[in-house]
Nanobody, 124 residues
């Protein structure tokens, strides 16, 4: 069992930055890939970024590549999402999730544990 708690969301102006954190508990965290997803009002949840269990590989949605950076600290069992150059279209609830599969998958159906989400609002 893995429990995930996101933090770091908030209100920011366009062009600004936020750093999301996902604190995990559970013995198996260090063996899981981790991902960030987001859901905007009236839209389906979508993939944002993912990182393999050892941090060796990262993956990004085209819409955030070059602006967002995913990282993990297995010693502190946390995952971060650094978001720079934020745009109003980045406004959404952001969720972290764990992926027990090898290799890492990018579809939300493959993720087994989810946090409660944190709201990110980008004003224009």
């Amino acid at each position: 069992q893995v429990q995930l708690v996101e933090s770091g969301g908030g209100l920011v102006q366009a062009g600004g930055s936020l750093r999301l954190s996902c604190a995990a508990s559970g013995r198996t965290f260090n063996t899981y890939g981790m991902g960030w997803f987001r859901q905007a009002p009236g839209k389906e949840r979508e993939f944002v970024a993912a990182i393999t269990w050892n941090g060796g590989s990262t993956y990004y949605a085209d819409s955030v590549r070059g602006r967002f950076t995913i990282s993990r600290d297995n010693a502190k069992i946390t995952v971060h999402l650094q978001m720079n150059s934020l745009k109003p279209e980045d406004t959404a609830v952001y969720y972290c999730a764990s992926d027990p599969n090898r290799p890492l998958r990018l579809r939300e159906d493959d993720y087994n544990f989810w946090g409660q989400g944190t709201q990110v609002t980008v004003s224009s």
